[in-house]
């Protein structure tokens, strides 16, 4: 059972920077995968990049390699999703989510909890 709760959207302009964050809790939630996941208006929510706490092993999608940065803090069962170089197209709900492996799976399907999401608006 592992509980995850996203914060750090907002509304931003292109170019500029945002860094989100996901708290984790649960039972043996050091066991699994960490991921971020976006959902624009009237589209299918879509991987973003992942990370695992123990060897820090990260994915990225194509579409934000380069600019986003996927991170844990251990120590505050925290990961974070650094992203520069903000583009309009980066407009979506934000959701962290939980896989059961230890792995840094890019499919949504294999995630077995998500947070509420958090809204990221970047505007032109």
């Known amino acids: 059972q592992v509980q995850v709760v996203e914060s750090g959207g907002g509304l931003v302009q292109a170019g500029a920077s945002l860094r989100l964050s996901c708290a984790a809790s649960?039972?043996?939630?050091?066991?699994?995968?960490m991921g971020w996941f976006r959902q624009a208006p009237g589209k299918v929510r879509e991987f973003v990049a992942a990370i695992t706490w123990s060897g820090g092993r990260t994915s990225y999608a194509d579409s934000v390699k380069g600019r986003f940065t996927i991170s844990r803090d251990n120590a505050k069962n925290t990961v974070y999703l650094q992203m520069n170089s903000l583009k309009p197209e980066d407009t979506a709900v934000y959701y962290c989510a939980a896989a059961a492996t230890a792995q840094p799976m890019a499919v949504k399907e294999l995630y077995d909890y998500w947070g509420q999401g958090t809204q990221v608006t970047v505007s032109s």
């Open positions: 649960g039972r043996s939630f050091m066991n699994y995968g």
